[in-house]
């Protein structure tokens, strides 16, 4: 069965001290990957899509990176605004329309 | 302001009682889609629509029906809810043009059925 996994569950960090979340997925084949913020009591908002093994995206803080069975979203040098839940979902090959999500890191940047 | 809307945002039901969590959308999307979020889960897709007339279960459509006669909406029909639909709902569009590479997602509906 296919599946997203997102490790770890939760993670607390200090103001500055980088980190990584992680995006494992097994799918039949993979048409893009998708990285979402979420805050709370609000919808998740867009950040990444990456579609190929070595492709890289940024913005400001955040950096998404794609390996064939494998995401990562590092933070470099958060700040507490960069606190929230992070999302990670998978679009297929094959079925465009549906999507499976992770259950998310929730990420609490403490000053 | 480009944005998706969802009503009501708050909802508490008994168990039978039909009802109809409505979503538009006014950035002219193709796509639409809802999902349910839970605690540990995260969110699961119920249906989505890639166009007008063309609608396709998600991972948990059991219990739901949708239906899209115009492109700026997309309700969410439960026809008899029961307490293990209580969850929180979004409604979310995108543009085929780029693959659905960005999803817009509402700001949510908490459904509670007692």
């Known amino acids: 069965e296919d599946q997203v996994t997102q490790s770890p569950e939760a993670l607390r960090l200090q103001e500055g001290e980088s980190s990584s979340l992680n995006c494992s997925y097994t799918?039949?084949?993979?048409?893009?990957l998708f990285w979402y913020r979420q805050d709370p009591g609000k919808g998740p908002e867009f950040l990444f899509t990456l579609y190929s093994a070595g492709e890289e995206k940024e913005k400001e803080r955040l950096k998404a990176t794609l390996t064939k069975k494998e995401s990562f979203l590092h933070i470099t040098a958060p700040k507490p605004e960069d606190s929230a839940t992070y999302l990670c979902?998978?679009?297929?090959?094959?079925?465009?329309?549906?999507?499976?999500f992770g259950a998310g890191t929730q990420v609490v940047v403490t000053p | 302001e480009a944005q998706v809307t969802q009503n009501p945002r708050y909802l508490i039901t008994v168990t039978g009682k039909k009802l109809t969590v409505t979503c538009s959308q006014n950035?002219?999307?193709?796509?639409m889609s809802w999902y349910r979020q839970d605690p540990g889960l995260g969110l699961r897709q119920i249906y989505y629509?890639?166009?007008?007339?063309?609608?396709d279960k998600g991972d948990v459509p059991e219990g739901y029906k949708v239906s899209r006669k115009e492109k700026r909406n997309f309700p969410l029909i439960l026809e008899s809810p029961s307490p293990n639909q209580t969850s929180l709902y979004f409604c979310?569009?995108?543009?085929?043009?780029?693959?659905?590479?960005?999803?817009?997602f509402g700001p949510g509906t908490r459904l509670l059925v007692l």
């Open positions: 950035m002219n999307h193709e796509y």
């Open positions: 979310a569009s995108s543009s085929t043009t780029g693959g659905l590479s960005n999803q817009y």
């Open positions: 979902a998978v679009q297929e090959t094959d079925s465009w329309g549906k999507f499976q």
């Open positions: 799918v039949s084949g993979l048409r893009g």
């Open positions: 629509s890639m166009n007008v007339e063309v609608t």
